[in-house]
Protein backbone atom coordinates (compact mmCIF):
# COMPACT_ATOMS: atom_id res chain seq x y z
CA UNK A 1 0.00 0.00 0.00
CA UNK A 2 1.73 3.49 -1.17
CA UNK A 3 -0.50 5.33 1.43
CA UNK A 4 -3.75 6.40 3.08
CA UNK A 5 -5.70 4.06 5.26
CA UNK A 6 -6.44 0.46 5.78
CA UNK A 7 -10.00 -0.33 6.48
CA UNK A 8 -8.98 -1.58 10.00
CA UNK A 9 -7.28 1.45 10.41
CA UNK A 10 -10.30 3.34 8.69
CA UNK A 11 -13.17 1.89 11.22
CA UNK A 12 -11.14 2.12 13.96
CA UNK A 13 -10.14 6.48 13.98
CA UNK A 14 -13.43 6.85 12.77
CA UNK A 15 -15.13 4.60 14.72
CA UNK A 16 -13.24 4.88 18.53
CA UNK A 17 -10.27 7.28 18.57
CA UNK A 18 -11.57 10.01 16.78
CA UNK A 19 -15.13 10.28 19.15
CA UNK A 20 -13.18 9.87 21.64
CA UNK A 21 -10.34 12.19 21.24
CA UNK A 22 -13.24 14.96 20.51
CA UNK A 23 -15.43 13.86 23.31
CA UNK A 24 -12.31 14.44 25.91
CA UNK A 25 -11.18 17.77 24.12
CA UNK A 26 -15.08 19.14 23.62
CA UNK A 27 -15.06 18.94 19.94
CA UNK A 28 -17.65 18.00 17.52
CA UNK A 29 -16.52 14.95 16.03
CA UNK A 30 -18.34 15.01 12.51
CA UNK A 31 -16.13 18.83 11.59
CA UNK A 32 -14.09 18.73 9.21
CA UNK A 33 -11.60 21.48 9.44
CA UNK A 34 -11.23 20.56 13.23
CA UNK A 35 -9.93 17.16 11.98
CA UNK A 36 -8.00 18.27 9.13
CA UNK A 37 -6.28 20.73 11.55
CA UNK A 38 -5.42 18.02 13.80
CA UNK A 39 -3.89 16.18 10.98
CA UNK A 40 -1.82 19.22 9.73
CA UNK A 41 -0.26 19.58 13.31
CA UNK A 42 0.49 15.71 13.73
CA UNK A 43 2.27 16.19 10.21
CA UNK A 44 3.67 19.06 10.72
CA UNK A 45 1.82 20.62 8.27
CA UNK A 46 3.03 18.27 5.11
CA UNK A 47 -0.82 17.74 4.60
CA UNK A 48 -4.45 17.96 5.95
CA UNK A 49 -5.54 14.49 4.06
CA UNK A 50 -5.39 11.01 5.98
CA UNK A 51 -5.22 9.11 2.31
CA UNK A 52 -2.59 11.10 1.13
CA UNK A 53 -0.15 10.15 4.40
CA UNK A 54 2.53 7.94 4.60
CA UNK A 55 2.16 5.00 7.23
CA UNK A 56 4.64 7.18 9.13
CA UNK A 57 2.53 10.42 8.66
CA UNK A 58 -0.52 7.98 10.20
CA UNK A 59 1.52 6.25 13.01
CA UNK A 60 1.61 10.42 13.87
CA UNK A 61 -1.79 11.26 13.67
CA UNK A 62 -2.87 8.16 15.69
CA UNK A 63 -0.14 8.85 18.62
CA UNK A 64 -1.20 12.69 18.45
CA UNK A 65 -5.19 11.73 19.02
CA UNK A 66 -4.11 9.03 21.26
CA UNK A 67 -2.18 11.66 23.62
CA UNK A 68 -5.22 14.09 23.75
CA UNK A 69 -7.41 11.23 24.61
CA UNK A 70 -5.24 10.81 27.39
CA UNK A 71 -3.49 14.02 27.91
CA UNK A 72 -2.47 13.10 31.59
CA UNK A 73 -1.01 9.56 30.33
CA UNK A 74 2.97 9.40 30.17
CA UNK A 75 2.53 6.46 27.79
CA UNK A 76 0.77 8.82 25.17
CA UNK A 77 2.76 11.72 25.20
CA UNK A 78 6.35 10.05 24.83
CA UNK A 79 5.79 9.34 21.61
CA UNK A 80 3.91 12.50 20.69
CA UNK A 81 7.61 14.27 22.17
CA UNK A 82 10.14 11.93 20.37
CA UNK A 83 8.73 11.38 16.87
CA UNK A 84 11.67 9.52 15.72
CA UNK A 85 11.84 7.57 18.08
CA UNK A 86 8.08 6.41 17.90
CA UNK A 87 8.65 5.90 14.44
CA UNK A 88 11.38 3.56 14.49
CA UNK A 89 9.83 1.54 17.37
CA UNK A 90 6.52 1.49 14.91
CA UNK A 91 8.96 -0.06 12.16
CA UNK A 92 10.34 -2.11 14.75
CA UNK A 93 7.15 -4.23 15.51
CA UNK A 94 6.18 -4.03 12.05
CA UNK A 95 8.86 -5.84 11.30
CA UNK A 96 8.84 -8.42 14.07
CA UNK A 97 5.49 -8.71 13.66
CA UNK A 98 6.45 -10.19 9.44
CA UNK A 99 8.99 -12.03 10.73
CA UNK A 100 6.92 -13.64 13.16
CA UNK A 101 4.58 -14.69 10.44
CA UNK A 102 7.44 -16.20 8.29
CA UNK A 103 6.27 -19.84 9.49
CA UNK A 104 9.36 -20.04 11.23
CA UNK A 105 9.34 -20.55 15.24
CA UNK A 106 10.88 -17.74 17.40
CA UNK A 107 13.79 -20.18 18.69
CA UNK A 108 14.82 -20.38 14.89
CA UNK A 109 15.02 -16.16 14.05
CA UNK A 110 16.95 -16.03 17.64
CA UNK A 111 19.42 -18.64 16.45
CA UNK A 112 19.67 -16.92 12.95
CA UNK A 113 19.86 -13.26 14.73
CA UNK A 114 22.21 -14.46 16.78
CA UNK A 115 25.46 -13.08 15.50
CA UNK A 116 23.49 -9.79 14.60
CA UNK A 117 22.56 -9.42 17.95
CA UNK A 118 26.14 -9.46 19.39
CA UNK A 119 27.11 -7.06 16.61
CA UNK A 120 24.65 -4.10 17.43
CA UNK A 121 24.75 -4.81 21.14
CA UNK A 122 21.60 -6.22 22.12
CA UNK A 123 19.82 -9.18 24.18
CA UNK A 124 17.19 -10.02 21.89
CA UNK A 125 16.44 -10.09 18.35
CA UNK A 126 13.27 -8.34 19.04
CA UNK A 127 15.37 -5.13 19.82
CA UNK A 128 17.69 -4.97 16.52
CA UNK A 129 16.92 -1.70 14.80
CA UNK A 130 14.17 -1.87 12.23
CA UNK A 131 16.24 -1.45 9.14
CA UNK A 132 18.09 -5.00 10.51
CA UNK A 133 15.01 -6.27 10.97
CA UNK A 134 13.93 -5.58 7.39
CA UNK A 135 17.27 -6.82 5.84
CA UNK A 136 16.48 -10.08 7.69
CA UNK A 137 13.22 -10.63 5.80
CA UNK A 138 14.96 -11.02 2.77
CA UNK A 139 17.10 -13.31 3.54
CA UNK A 140 17.60 -17.06 2.19
CA UNK A 141 16.61 -18.47 5.63
CA UNK A 142 13.02 -16.90 5.73
CA UNK A 143 12.08 -17.35 2.21
CA UNK A 144 8.71 -19.83 1.91
CA UNK A 145 10.92 -22.33 -0.27
CA UNK A 146 13.42 -22.46 2.34
CA UNK A 147 11.49 -22.78 5.63
CA UNK A 148 9.26 -25.52 3.48
CA UNK A 149 12.24 -27.80 2.73
CA UNK A 150 13.89 -27.51 6.32
CA UNK A 151 10.76 -28.36 7.65
CA UNK A 152 10.36 -31.45 5.81
CA UNK A 153 13.74 -32.49 5.68
CA UNK A 154 14.31 -31.99 9.72
CA UNK A 155 11.40 -34.61 10.20
CA UNK A 156 12.55 -38.19 10.43
CA UNK A 157 10.70 -40.32 8.16
CA UNK A 158 8.66 -43.06 9.80
CA UNK A 159 8.43 -46.24 8.10
CA UNK A 160 4.67 -48.02 7.65
CA UNK A 161 4.23 -50.85 10.21
CA UNK A 162 4.41 -54.56 8.68
CA UNK A 163 1.08 -56.13 10.64
CA UNK A 164 1.75 -59.27 9.42
CA UNK A 165 4.44 -60.24 11.63
CA UNK A 166 3.95 -60.48 15.52
CA UNK A 167 6.20 -60.63 17.70
CA UNK A 168 6.53 -61.52 21.79
CA UNK A 169 9.03 -60.68 23.52
CA UNK A 170 9.64 -63.74 26.30
CA UNK A 171 10.61 -62.03 30.19
CA UNK A 172 14.80 -62.53 30.25
CA UNK A 173 15.45 -65.22 32.61
CA UNK A 174 16.12 -64.37 36.15
CA UNK A 175 19.42 -64.90 37.79
CA UNK A 176 20.16 -64.82 41.34
CA UNK A 177 21.98 -61.94 43.05
CA UNK A 178 25.14 -62.16 44.00
CA UNK A 179 25.96 -62.63 47.94
CA UNK A 180 27.57 -59.83 49.33
CA UNK A 181 30.92 -61.08 50.59
CA UNK A 182 31.10 -58.21 53.05
CA UNK A 183 33.30 -55.22 53.22
CA UNK A 184 36.56 -55.41 51.62
Known sequence: ????????????????????????????????????AHILEATKGATDRMSLCSQAQLTAIFQLTWFKTNPNSLSAALPVANPEEAREADAQRRAIFALSHKGVTVEEIARIAAPLCRKHHVSDWQRLPSSVLKSMMHWKQFQPAEIKRRHTTSLPSIQPIDQSRIYYLRPAPKTPKPVCAGPY
Open 1 to 36: MKGGLTDAQRARFFGEWWPACCEVQGWDPKNENVRR
